[in-house]
């Protein structure tokens, strides 16, 4: 239980230490690296752009419905 | 007591399950193209890709303009079926799905020619994920290709189905918008 813990802080509060962090630790080069940073970015912002745009068009077809 | 308001479906149900089919596949290519991406950036020069097999990306730029068209007339066929011109969303439709498949059967003539000079899937790691991230896309058009086809069928046969009609082309608008993507990302 205690090793778990300490290994959640490490992880969490330091993930450069921990080797965690794909980008800190594990990546084999420069341009290696900003792939991983960059990729991260896209899997991050790709599915909450497209929930984002689908929850707009159903309010504005809802709004567009709903005037009279 | 005064009866309760009937609820408007406001999106249609064929369209909203399809999205979220499409968000599914949409990560899914996003993960793939993101492991291309981090492994293309950390391989030495020159271990990438054979040297002697370039991509065909001229010709397959004319397979993706059969695409682009086949997805336009798909909703220029929409147009015509929402306005109740179903021969003429017949014939629209019809003509869509051959650009389709065309583009379908012109990349798996491409795939034949590159097997024959020895790009494979064990030749080099660009082999290996062009055959399947593109081998993943072409699954999806075939696949799509069926809706759309079971879409046009019913059409003809004088019993259009307004939500097979939506959800097919939903889902072809997707392969169609996912394929510049690749396109550009695999091929230059």
Do not use: K
């Amino acid at each position: 239980m205690a090793r778990a813990l300490l290994a959640t802080i490490l992880v969490t509060a330091a993930p450069a230490a921990a080797w965690a962090c794909p980008v800190c630790g594990l990546a084999s080069a420069e341009d290696n690296a900003w792939a991983y940073g960059a990729m991260s970015v896209l899997l991050s912002a790709v599915p909450l752009g497209f929930v984002a745009g689908i929850v707009i068009w159903i309010r504005r077809a809802s709004r567009h419905r709903d005037s009279p | 007591m005064p009866a309760a308001a009937r609820r408007r479906e406001v999106v249609p149900s064929s369209v909203l399950g399809m999205l979220v089919f499409v968000g599914a596949e949409i990560m899914f290519f996003m993960g793939l193209i993101s492991a291309f991406t981090i492994s293309r950036a950390a391989v030495r020069p020159g271990a990438w890709s054979l040297p002697a097999t370039p991509l065909p990306a001229a010709s397959t730029a004319f397979n993706t303009a059969a695409l682009f068209a086949s997805g336009l007339l798909v909703f220029v066929a929409w147009r015509q079926f929402a306005g109740d011109r179903m021969r003429a969303s017949d014939r629209t439709l019809l003509v869509a799905w051959a650009l389709g498949a065309l583009f379908v059967v012109l990349q798996g003539r491409e795939w034949m020619q590159l097997l024959a000079a020895g790009f494979t899937m064990q030749a080099s790691r660009l082999g290996a994920f062009f055959y399947l991230i593109v081998g993943a896309h072409a699954l999806h058009a075939a696949g799509a290709l069926i809706g759309l086809g079971l879409a046009w069928w019913r059409l003809h046969q004088g019993a259009p189905s307004r939500t097979l009609f939506l959800g097919a082309a939903t889902f072809w608008y997707f392969v169609v918008g996912i394929w510049p993507i690749i396109y550009l990302r695999v091929y230059f």
